[in-house]
T-cell receptor, first 115, second 114 residues
Framework: NAGVMQNPRHLVRRRGQEARLRCSPM?????VYWYRQLPEEGLKFMVY????????ESGMPKERFSAEFPKEGPSILRIQQVVRGDSAAYFC?????????????FGPGTRLTVT | AQKITQTQPGMFVQEKEAVTLDCTYD???????LFWYKQPSSGEMIFLIY??????QNATEGRYSLNFQKARKSANLVISASQLGDSAMYFC???????????FGKGTRLHILP
């Protein structure tokens, strides 16, 4: 029973390039959450998606960032025209049901470095 | 306003001693859940323990226990008989029931000394 999978684990991009981060939730989970962890900080919520729907994007920067969770395939967090400040660890979590207390299982994270 | 406060940026503890990691939280919602996560140097987030706001007893999971003091809005993590493998970053977190996101504190870096 595989856990939440994220790829790539490490991603290096030059300023101005696009970054695509993928998240495959646990089997049977249809709710996906993305969090960002800046160096020496805790995780900060970015967006919550269900299949084909963005439910809560209150933590997403207004520009350059987008997320999707298509009917088939992984959830994608897309960062256009990356800047150095986007360097961070990006974690995906999934859960089987909305509003269940602790059932958000985290993936291993993608470490994005912008040079 | 900061919702989760971890006042200890770093701690050094001798192996086999017990350690308490402090966490205070702020919410006006009567229903919420409190979590502790461990983040070792490899970077993954490992769920340790959960406490619901209406739970009557303090949560325990093996060597981990959560000292929940509701009136003080305190949710300290206690690790008994610490081990070298406990060296990691520890995050306290909260989720208000009915909200989608988990809110994390800034973390405490724990070093276990041999």
């Amino acid at each position: 029973n595989a856990g939440v999978m994220q790829n790539p684990r490490h991603l290096v991009r030059r300023r101005g390039q696009e970054a695509r981060l993928r998240c495959s939730p646990m089997k049977g989970h249809s709710h996906v959450y993305w969090y960002r962890q800046l160096p020496e900080e805790g995780l900060k919520f970015m967006v919550y998606l269900q299949k084909e729907n963005i439910i809560d994007e209150s933590g997403m920067p207004k520009e350059r960032f987008s997320a999707e969770f298509p009917k088939e395939g992984p959830s994608i967090l897309r960062i256009q025209q990356v800047v150095r400040g986007d360097s961070a660890a990006y974690f995906c979590a999934s859960s089987p049901i909305r509003y269940r207390e602790y059932e958000q299982y985290f993936g291993p994270g993608t470490r994005l470095t912008v040079t | 306003a900061q919702k989760i406060t971890q006042t200890q940026p770093g701690m050094f503890v001798q192996e086999k001693e017990a350690v308490t990691l402090d966490c205070t939280y702020d919410t006006s919602d009567p229903s919420y859940g409190l979590f502790w996560y461990k983040q070792p140097s490899s970077g993954e987030m490992i769920f340790l323990i959960y406490q619901g706001s209406y739970d009557q007893q303090n949560a325990t999971e093996g060597r981990y226990s959560l000292n929940f003091q509701k009136a003080r809005k305190s949710a300290n993590l206690v690790i008994s008989a610490s081990q070298l493998g406990d060296s990691a970053m520890y995050f306290c977190a909260m989720r208000e029931i009915g909200d989608d996101k988990i809110i994390f504190g800034k973390g405490t870096r724990l070093h276990i000394l041999p």
